[in-house]
């Protein structure tokens, strides 16, 4: 089993920076791929970033590529997202999650193929 919890949320202007972490439970976190998602009030969960579980593959949406970063640390079961040149549209609530898959360069954008999230951490940028 596998439990997830997000951390580093806040209120930030524009052009700020945020970074979030996600800590995971259980054995099996090195061997996991992991991702980023967030979630706008009204609007449908969406991908933000993946990486796989040796960290050598990462991946981004269009809409943040060059501005946020995904890590993580092994060692510490921890996944982290650095958020740079945050604007208001990327307020939203950021979940973590994993679909179990290991270092896949073959993988899906769509929440309902991810079994495992975390409760989310709120992000709030103000113009």
């Known amino acids: 089993q596998v439990q997830l919890v997000e951390s580093g949320g806040g209120l930030v202007q524009a052009g700020g920076s945020l970074s979030l972490s996600c800590a995971a439970s259980g054995r099996t976190f090195g061997r996991d791929d992991m991702a980023w998602f967030r979630q706008a009030p009204g609007k449908e969960r969406e991908f933000v970033a993946r990486?796989?579980?040796?960290?050598?593959?990462?991946y981004y949406a269009d809409s943040v590529k060059g501005r946020f970063t995904i890590s993580r640390d092994n060692a510490k079961n921890t996944l982290y997202l650095l958020m740079n040149s945050l604007r208001p549209e990327d307020t939203a609530k950021y979940y973590c999650?994993?679909?179990?898959?290991?270092?896949?360069?073959?993988?899906?954008?769509?929440?309902?193929?991810?079994?495992?999230w975390g409760q989310g951490t709120q992000v709030t940028v103000s113009s």
């Open positions: 999650a994993t679909d179990r898959v290991s270092n896949s360069a073959v993988f899906s954008t769509a929440p309902d193929d991810y079994a495992y």
């Open positions: 990486i796989t579980a040796s960290g050598g593959g990462i």
